[in-house]
């Protein structure tokens, strides 16, 4: 039985959130289930058309007086959400934990680094200023501002259900623009407690909206004239797609998509630690996130056979003693080191995965389907740590993004060779080095073509006041979500040349 209380107890029917009040939708409900428990925990509708029509048209209307307001009187709203976000932060995260399966810890984590984007998109004031000089020619002067540009939708993944919509809105929303925020329907609790608290925060109505539903409403979000920009997060065929048809529409776009992410262990990182952030970056979120260790590639740089040999099982055999001793169960019994995947159909992809290492040859050496739970659940979406050894770089469990806990160990002889090997990969999200060498620290930073970069770091997550890159098949767009550079795409600059007679 769970150690901390559910704060859902009896099935929730979502509503939307449009024009400040909370709307029944026409829609048919899906089943919301808690996946560790597989205990039904809300119906969510899938919304029409003309429902999403109505908060486009409450946005439209709300920005006018939105973006006249000063800053500072718009900053002032999220000082009090976030007051109100702290208040209900361990509620906050025990949903968290119960829509989507991974640890409260994990989930703890989660509602820090969101609460983080409303306190930096309170410095709006700063972020929004332009700049200018004078005398550009005799007399005459000229400076940039920054203009809201009106509504933007938000189309969100189910692994972060509270963190990656507030990437986005607060500083859309600060810059003087409204937002129509689309939770992943797998999980779409955390985003509709959050716009309970923006109810009590002081945000004029139709400022923030929430619309529930999956595809349709999503496509319909891309056609709509009135919408400015979308902000999109998931994975890589459907963002190649939204990137294609904001272009179509020409909208502004975010899209932040899919990864497979390398970790090289050379022969001078401290094993130890390296194995500690290991686990977290493999195992951690039940490796769905898309930061998450995907490959990890031992390298023998200057090593002769014999001490590779030796350097390669002493990594792969600290590893697997890790792996194997991570504790799955539900999240809310708060020793519980990995929760499940978050749904069934997750969970049988990843078994497909599974099968398709063992068919194209790698080494199961830690078979997590053999599921041991500590506690008695169902174990329909649970899975253990898996490990592969003896993985080459063209194996479909190489190539692919898994989202599970599956690790990949690869052994490669140089440094030349794994970069090599990042970028014979489509995807660039996030790579990371172990070592103790600042010469292979640089050379990594400096030639790996990836957004994200970690140093003896095995989760390159940035930080709220530094944007959330990505590169190739990971990201579409130009500019990306989170601080200065956020406030840019969610802004149009307008230059102004004057002079006076
Ligand atoms: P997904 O692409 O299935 O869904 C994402 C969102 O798009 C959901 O809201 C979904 O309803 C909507 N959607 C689904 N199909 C659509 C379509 N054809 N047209 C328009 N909208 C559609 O992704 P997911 O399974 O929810 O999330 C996991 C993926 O997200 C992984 O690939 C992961 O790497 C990626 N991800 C990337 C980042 C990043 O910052 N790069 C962060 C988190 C997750």
């Known amino acids: 039985m769970p150690i901390l209380e559910e704060p859902i107890k009896e099935t929730l029917h979502l509503r939307n959130y449009i024009d400040g009040e909370w709307v029944d939708s026409k829609g048919e409900p899906n089943d919301v289930t808690n996946p560790a428990t597989g205990k039904l925990i809300a119906r969510v509708p899938v919304s ?6 109505k908060a ?15 800053p500072l009187a718009r900053a002032r709203c999220f000082f009090r ?12 995260s025990r949903i968290q934990t119960m829509e989507h399966g991974k640890t409260i810890d994990e989930s703890r984590g989660e509602t820090r680094r969101g609460i983080e ?30 203009q809201p540009l009106g509504v933007f939708g938000i189309i969100a ?72 920009g979308i902000c999109f997060v998931g994975s890589t065929p459907v963002g190649k797609e939204i990137y294609r048809k904001c272009g179509e529409t020409g909208k502004r776009v975010i899209a932040q998509c899919g990864a497979k992410n390398f970790l090289l262990v050379m022969p001078d990182a401290d094993l130890e630690k390296t194995i500690a952030a290991c686990m977290t970056s493999f195992y951690g979120n039940a490796g769905q996130r898309c930061l998450s260790g995907a490959n990890l590639v031992i390298v023998g740089e200057g090593l002769n056979k014999q001490e590779f040999d030796a ?42 995965f599974i099968q398709k290492g063992i068919d194209e040859g790698a080494k199961l050496r830690l078979d997590g389907r053999n599921v041991r739970l500590v506690e008695d659940l169902p174990d329909t979406c649970f899975l253990n ?12 469990i190489a190539r692919e993004e898994i989202f599970g806990p599956v690790a990949n160990i690869i052994r490669t002889e140089s440094f030349d060779d794994a970069v090599e090997m990042i970028h014979s990969n489509p995807y660039g999200n996030a790579s990371c080095i172990f070592t103790g060498s600042g ?44 601080g200065q550079e956020a406030i840019r795409f969610f802004t149009e600059s307008k230059v102004v040349i004057q002079r006076w007679f």
């Open 439 to 482: 010469k292979w620290a640089r050379e990594f930073q400096y030639r790996v073509e990836c957004g994200n970069i970690g140093i003896n770091i095995g989760i390159a997550a940035p930080m709220a006041f530094f944007p959330f890159s990505g590169m190739k098949d990971s990201f579409f767009g130009t500019l990306h979500g989170q």
């Open 117 to 146: 984007m409303v306190e930096v998109a309170t410095g709006i004031p700063s972020l929004m200023m332009g700049y200018n000089l004078e005398d550009i020619a005799s007399g005459i002067d000229e400076y940039l501002i920054r």
């Open 311 to 352: 350097f390669y099982e002493k990594v792969v055999n600290a590893f697997i003693a890790s792996a194997s001793k991570i504790k799955v169960g539900y999240g809310l019994d708060d020793s519980v080191q990995m929760g499940p995947v978050q749904n069934k159909q997750r969970k049988e992809r990843i078994l497909g």
């Open 385 to 396: 740590p898996t490990v592969f050894t003896d993985v080459t770089p063209d194996m479909t």
């Open 157 to 228: 993944p189910f692994n972060f259900p509270f963190m990656v919509p507030l990437w986005f809105a607060p500083y859309a929303i600060a810059a003087g623009n409204c937002v129509i925020i689309k939770p992943s329907p797998h999980v779409p609790l955390s985003q509709t407690k959050i716009a309970e608290l923006v109810d009590e925060s002081g945000f004029p109505p139709g400022v923030w909206n929430v619309v529930h539903g999956g595809e349709a409403i999503a496509s319909c979000m891309m056609e709509n004239r009135d919408i400015k």
């Open 56 to 70: 486009v048209n409450a946005a439209k209307g709300a920005f006018y007086d939105w973006r006249r307001t000063p």
């Open 81 to 92: 959400l976030k007051e109100l976000l702290e208040e209900n932060f361990e509620e906050l």
């Open 48 to 53: 029409t058309e003309d429902e999403f029509e």
